[in-house]
């Protein structure tokens, strides 16, 4: 399942640059394969420049070199989360961020960590001052409640993307119904037309029986079976024209309906 094929990546990219600009988080959007589905928000220098793989949401610390099997994770004394977006019980994307500290940084510690790592300790800390700062807490909740806003639009995207689908399918079965609806008013009228021309028969038929006396008694019979049968056929295509109307009233009110708009 590919998440471009039904969202609007437009809207999750809006959703992704509110939340940095309301919480100070870093944030990118990724499918499946980790490729990425947004432009970053808020990466600052730091994150860029010095932490290896941050973007891409890797969970391996720079400074310890492990890997991390939380949603939230160490990177160069950072703090990272990793949501996965879920549709169906199938894993079909991550939202990848954080990238702020914890807790105000050891300078110390950080100068340590640049020149482990061969880089300019004084660009080092006025990168690492850029980042902004806030408690584990607020952190946690902030990427849970993104996680939760990114998996909603995805499910409304997806739910919202199939409902066109079969609304599209409805209304040309609407259409087609119509057609053969149609088609079954046609032919009734046309055979209610044969039905009269069979009663102007019947009734020539029984007036000249009348002319021939006994001779035609037999005929008449004959004359009177077919008024009979084609006033029976008048009756039921009137009836059939009744039913056409009233189906196609209540197939005109679904269509109506089913394109959102209202009865007259």
Request: glycine content about 8%; charged content about 25%.
């Amino acid at each position: 399942m590919n998440i471009r094929d039904f969202l609007d990546v437009k809207e999750l990219q809006l959703l992704q640059d509110k939340f940095s600009a309301v919480t100070g988080l870093a944030a990118i959007a990724c499918d499946a394969n980790g490729e990425y589905i947004t432009e970053s928000s808020n990466f600052t220098d730091f994150c860029m420049k010095y932490t290896r793989g941050s973007a891409e949401g890797s969970r391996r610390c720079v400074k310890c070199d492990t890997e991390c099997k939380d949603t939230y994770f160490c990177h160069a004394g950072l703090m990272d989360f990793n949501v996965p977006i879920i549709l169906d019980g199938e894993k079909i994307g991550n939202v990848i961020g954080g990238q702020v500290l914890p807790s105000e940084p050891d300078e110390e510690k950080f100068r340590a960590t640049a020149e482990e790592l061969g880089i300019d300790p004084d660009d080092y800390i006025r990168a690492l001052k850029k980042v902004p700062v806030r408690d584990e807490k607020t952190i946690r909740a902030s990427a849970e409640l993104f996680g939760l806003m990114v998996n909603l639009l995805v499910k409304s995207a997806y739910i919202n993307s199939n409902s066109d689908g079969r609304l599209d399918a409805l209304s040309e079965e609407i259409h087609h119904a119509t057609e053969v609806i149609e088609t079954i008013n046609n032919n009734t009228h046309s055979l209610k037309s044969i039905a009269n021309k069979q009663k102007m028969l019947s009734l020539n038929a029984s007036i000249e029986a009348a002319r021939s006396g006994e001779a035609g008694v037999g005929f008449a019979v004959v004359a009177k079976s077919m008024g009979d049968l084609s006033s029976q056929s008048a009756t039921i295509y009137g009836d059939i024209e009744k039913s056409v109307i009233e189906v196609t009233d209540s197939i005109e009110k679904l269509a109506v309906l089913f394109k959102g708009g209202k009865e007259d």
